[in-house]
Nanobody, 131 residues
């Protein structure tokens, strides 16, 4: 079974930085994109950043471009989201997601210019940005 666990969230002032980590237990399918999304209570989930493990291509939501960077360790065990110049509107619960063999029901998200299907995600890590 594959599990994903996010960490690295916290409280930061506007303009600050955080690096989120997503530890993958098991093996991801490198043929499918991985990503980060966020959600505010009562609001729809919002795709933030995505990466192709096969060739490390990336895509970002307009709100994240130039500020956030998604990356994956060479062993494909940890997915990162470096967040710089944080804004209060970045406040949300952040989740990492992937498509894995044996995963659960799928979820479709638009991240940047593409639509990505996921069937596995973590418990989330809270990011709070104060003005």
């Amino acid at each position: 079974q594959v599990q994903l666990a996010e960490s690295g969230g916290g409280s930061v002032q506007a303009g600050g930085s955080l690096r989120l980590s997503c530890v993958v237990t098991g093996s991801i399918d490198s043929n499918f994109w991985m990503g980060w999304y966020r959600q505010i209570p009562g609001k729809e989930r919002e795709g933030v950043a995505a990466m192709s493990p096969a060739d490390q291509r990336t895509d970002y939501a307009d709100s994240a471009k130039g500020r956030f960077t998604i990356s994956l360790d060479n062993d494909k065990k940890t997915l990162f989201l470096q967040m710089n110049t944080l804004k209060p509107e970045d406040t949300a619960m952040y989740y990492c997601a992937a498509w894995v063999r044996g995963g659960g029901p799928s979820m479709s998200l638009f991240i940047g210019s593409r639509r990505i299907l996921f069937n596995s995600w973590g418990q989330g890590t809270q990011v709070t940005v104060s003005s």
